[in-house]
């Protein structure tokens, strides 16, 4: 109890903090839109957050990419994230804080934010989608129509609790093009040819990104996949992407991954994705990149460090095709 009521003292005056910290002007950049329960046919209801750089209410002649992300709840701190919800959540962010730097949150509107300040990349409209349950999120997340009853079984049964009666990403992703873009494009000043409409997300976020835009590489230009969880459904899931990529060319695709934790079984996984880009005619840092950080673990403390690069790579204006 003394250990518990330490760490919410620790908490609440972190939190002050904080407090101080997200009022700060200078801290503060664009503009939030919640919206609390997105409809769907395709899938469950959810949140989702749309975030307007500076200038988007006074350029009204202005137009914007899109980049849409997964794991949406991490994506901004925000007090509409659950994950700043709730005394047991504020401790488990403040250790995570201490251990990890970032706590929960990549912070991708600071980064953005940045960005454009520097000129480094031209102002872009951010749609952050939030995740289900944990297990929903593996099934949304799941690329599908790779996964054989037998793939299933050698590989999902034995690392996870994924069924394959139960993956719904096939779904998950109609549910992004069919409904979420066409509602942006219709209320936001977005650019929304393929050209400008970009996707990203970290594990199998990141599986569900390249899966995204093998499936529609007439709707999304560029993907981010960072810390891809390859090891999931192992070179059978990789091996579909021979034949189901998009045209070298017309598309950037951005890969990366640390050294440790879950990252240090990413190396075979990503080799085999290298591979598959080369003999599809992608050209290494023009239209496509593969990296890896030393040192770096499966975190979101890792990815916001680097989360500048990706951004650089797909959306820089001299990147533009």
């Known amino acids: 109890m ?42 469950e209801d959810r949140p989702v957050d749309i975030w307007l750089p500076d200038g988007y209410e006074k350029n009204a002649d202005q137009q914007y990419s899109v980049m849409y992300l997964h794991d ?12 700043n919800k709730g005394v047991l959540m504020q401790i488990w962010g403040f250790y995570a804080k201490l251990r990890y730097g970032t706590g929960f949150f990549w912070d991708v509107d600071k980064t953005v934010a940045r960005l454009i300040e520097e000129g480094s990349i031209d102002p872009i ?19 599908q129509k790779m996964i054989t009853e037998q793939i299933a079984t050698e ?9 394959k009666e139960d993956i719904t990403s096939d779904k998950y992703l109609r549910f992004l093009v069919d409904e979420l873009k066409p509602y942006v494009d219709q209320n936001y000043r977005t650019k929304s040819d393929q050209s400008n409409t970009f996707i990203m997300g970290s594990s199998m976020g990141g599986m569900i990104s390249a899966y ?34 998009p045209q070298a060319g017309n598309h950037r695709i951005y890969f990366d991954r640390g050294t440790e934790s879950y ?13 598959i880009m080369e003999k599809n005619g992608f050209i290494r840092d023009k239209d496509w990149r593969s990296l ?22 797909l959306l820089s204006s001299n990147s533009q095709k």
């Not at 609440?12 to 919640?34: A, N, R, V, Y």
């Not at 529609?216 to 992407?241: D, I, R």
């Not at 990252?263 to 591979?275: F, I, L, N, R, W």
């Not at 040192?295 to 690069?309: C, D, F, M, Q, V």
Request: glycine share 8%; with cysteine; aromatic share 10%.
């Open 2 to 43: 003394r250990i518990l009521a330490l760490l919410l003292l620790m908490v609440l005056i972190g939190g002050c903090i904080d407090k101080e910290e997200h009022l700060d002007s200078t801290q503060i950049k664009g503009t939030f839109h919640h919206i609390e329960s997105f409809k769907s046919e395709h899938v």
């Open 72 to 83: 949406g709840q991490m994506m901004f701190d925000q007090p509409t994230s659950p994950l």
């Open 125 to 143: 409209i951010l749609v952050s989608v939030y995740n289900l349950p944990k297990v929903k999120r593996r099934t949304e997340y799941m690329p």
């Open 155 to 163: 590989f999902l049964h034995k690392e996870s609790d994924i069924r």
């Open 212 to 245: 995204a835009i093998s499936e529609y590489p007439e709707v999304f230009g560029g993907a981010a996949c960072l810390s891809t969880h390859w090891p999931l459904g192992g070179n059978s899931v990789t091996s579909w992407y021979e034949n189901h990529w």
């Open 263 to 275: 990252d240090s079984t990413y190396g075979p996984g990503q080799a085999h994705m290298d591979s």
């Open 292 to 313: 890896v950080f030393e040192g770096e673990s499966h975190t979101p403390s890792s990815w916001r460090k680097r989360l500048h690069i990706p951004l650089e790579f």
